[in-house]
């Protein structure tokens, strides 16, 4: 984003309306605009609160401002430090015990574990293709995942 938006309220009434919802909003701020709109989305320092009053269940916006990262990785890390707690905060109000509670949530990057899934062909045949607006021909990598596709329908 670009720290503007014109329907404040009503952004407000519908993040406030899905913090009932496992649901989590990231926001990443480009550019050196001003953010404090998308800080007062965050609500890390006051909850949100709808045009009727309504106080927001849980905290489900994450916003960081992607000038003050120097590293992908540190850029990654803020940006989904919140989801964790989001994801507990949510079975907590819904009163369901998560399956794995052993993980380690503060592991660093290096520590994370890798998780192995390749799309089904019938997913890979049906993804959209972004094309490159210069050379109006796919990214190298959905080139890669239809070529996954491929030689995963005839195997």
């Given at each position: 984003?670009?720290g503007?938006?014109?329907?404040?309220?009503?952004?407000?009434?519908?993040?406030?309306?899905?913090?009932?919802?496992?649901?989590?909003?990231?926001?990443?701020?480009?550019?050196?605009?001003?953010?404090?709109?998308?800080?007062?989305?965050?609500?890390?320092?006051?909850r949100?609160?709808?045009?009727?009053?309504?106080?927001?269940?849980?905290?489900i916006?994450?916003?960081?401002?992607?000038?003050?990262?120097?590293?992908?990785?540190?850029?990654?890390?803020?940006?989904?430090?919140?989801?964790?707690?989001?994801?507990?905060?949510?079975?907590?109000?819904?009163?369901?015990?998560?399956l794995?509670?052993?993980?380690?949530?503060?592991?660093?990057?290096?520590?994370?574990?890798?998780?192995?899934?390749?799309?089904?062909?019938?997913?890979?045949s049906?993804?959209?293709?972004?094309?490159?607006?210069?050379?109006?021909?796919?990214?190298?990598?959905?080139?890669?995942?239809?070529?996954?596709?491929?030689?995963?329908?005839?195997?």
């Amino acid at each position: 984003t670009d720290g503007r938006f014109d329907d404040e309220r009503q952004t407000i009434d519908q993040i406030v309306g899905a913090s009932t919802l496992p649901l989590s909003i990231i926001i990443v701020g480009v550019g050196n605009a001003d953010f404090s709109a998308m800080e007062k989305l965050d609500g890390d320092e006051v909850r949100l609160c709808s045009s009727t009053g309504q106080r927001a269940y849980r905290d489900i916006v994450q916003f960081v401002p992607y000038r003050k990262f120097n590293s992908p990785e540190l850029l990654a890390k803020e940006t989904l430090q919140e989801v964790p707690h989001q994801f507990l905060s949510f079975t907590k109000l819904k009163n369901v015990k998560p399956l794995d509670t052993k993980y380690d949530f503060n592991a660093s990057v290096s520590e994370l574990p890798v998780l192995a899934h390749q799309p089904s062909a019938h997913v890979l045949s049906r993804m959209a293709t972004a094309y490159d607006l210069k050379t109006n021909k796919p990214p190298l990598g959905a080139a890669m995942y239809h070529a996954a596709a491929a030689s995963s329908a005839t195997a």
